[in-house]
C-alpha cells in the first residue's frame, strides 16, 4: 500500500488482558514511530525505531508496553496485563530517514472495559 | 509539562475568511515544525512544515509564519472553505542524539462555516 497502515482498527479487551497492534510502515521507510493519543489530545511519542532497534524508548509509560520491530518494517506494540488508562489510539508512523518527514497511520482505537 | 503550546482550542470562521492557530515553544534546540491536520477517525496528515532558519513558508492557502526569537509559529489558512473543518496540530522536533520523535500541541478544531 502507498501508506502506513495499522491493524486491527479498534480492539476492544477487558482489564488484564494482553493485547497487540500492528504496524505496516510505507515501504522502504526506515524510521517508525509510536505515539498514542488521548481523546481531545495531540499524540504523545512512545518509541522509535530506526531499522530493528528501538533507537528511543524514552515515551513508553512503564514495562507493560513493548514494541518490536524484529526485520527492519512491521512492528508490533505489545500491551500486558491492560488497564482502562490505557484506553487511546495508538498511531504510528513512519519516515524514510529519521530526519525526515513523519507519515501516519489511521491508528488502532484501544478500549479496555 | 507542555513542549508545545498551542491556541486557541476552537475556532469558527466563515468560509472564504482566514484562519489563524498559534504556537509556542521553550526549547531552542527544536529544529524542524510541522502542521498536521487531522480529521475524526483519521490519523493526522501533514500540512505543511518549516525549519527555523525560514521566516515564513507558503503552500497553497497554507502559510507558516516562523519567530525565531519570540519563539513562536503560527498556520495561517486563507480563503478558508468547509472542508478545511478539521483538528490542527503544531508540533516540534528536537535533534537530540538518537531522538527524533515530534511534541505535539494539543490541537485546535476549526469549523469552517458556509
Known amino acids: 500500500g502507498a501508506g502506513v497502515s495499522q491493524t486491527p482498527s479498534n480492539k476492544v479487551t477487558e482489564k488484564g488482558k494482553y493485547v497487540e497492534l500492528r504496524c505496516d510502515p510505507i515501504s522502504g521507510h526506515t524510521a517508525l514511530y509510536w505515539y498514542r493519543q488521548s481523546l481531545g489530545q495531540g499524540p504523545e511519542f512512545l518509541i522509535y525505531f530506526q531499522g530493528t532497534g528501538a533507537a528511543d524508548d524514552s515515551g513508553l509509560p512503564n514495562d507493560r508496553f513493548f514494541a518490536v520491530r524484529p526485520e527492519g518494517s512491521v512492528s508490533t506494540l505489545k500491551i500486558q496485563r491492560t488497564e482502562r488508562g490505557d484506553s487511546a489510539v495508538y498511531l504510528c508512523?513512519?519516515?524514510?530517514?529519521?530526519?525526515?518527514?513523519?507519515?501516519f497511520g489511521p491508528g488502532t482505537r484501544l478500549t479496555v472495559l | 509539562q507542555q513542549q508545545v503550546k498551542q491556541s486557541p482550542q476552537s475556532l469558527i470562521v466563515q468560509k472564504g475568511g482566514i484562519s489563524i492557530i498559534n504556537c509556542a515553544y521553550e526549547n531552542t534546540a527544536f529544529d524542524y515544525f510541522p502542521w498536521y491536520q487531522q480529521f475524526p477517525g483519521k490519523g493526522p496528515a501533514l500540512l505543511i512544515a518549516i525549519r527555523p532558519d525560514v521566516s515564513e513558508k507558503k503552500e497553497g492557502r497554507f502559510t507558516i509564519s516562523f519567530n525565531k526569537s519570540a519563539k513562536q509559529f503560527s498556520l495561517h489558512i486563507m480563503d478558508s472553505q468547509p472542508g478545511d473543518s478539521a483538528t490542527y496540530f503544531c508540533?516540534?522536533?528536537?535533534?537530540?542524539?538518537?531522538?527524533?520523535?515530534?511534541?505535539f500541541g494539543t490541537g485546535t478544531r476549526l469549523t469552517v462555516i458556509p
Open positions: 508512523a513512519s519516515s524514510l530517514m529519521p530526519a525526515d518527514a513523519q507519515f
Open positions: 508540533a516540534a522536533r528536537s535533534p537530540r542524539t538518537g531522538a527524533n520523535n515530534l511534541f
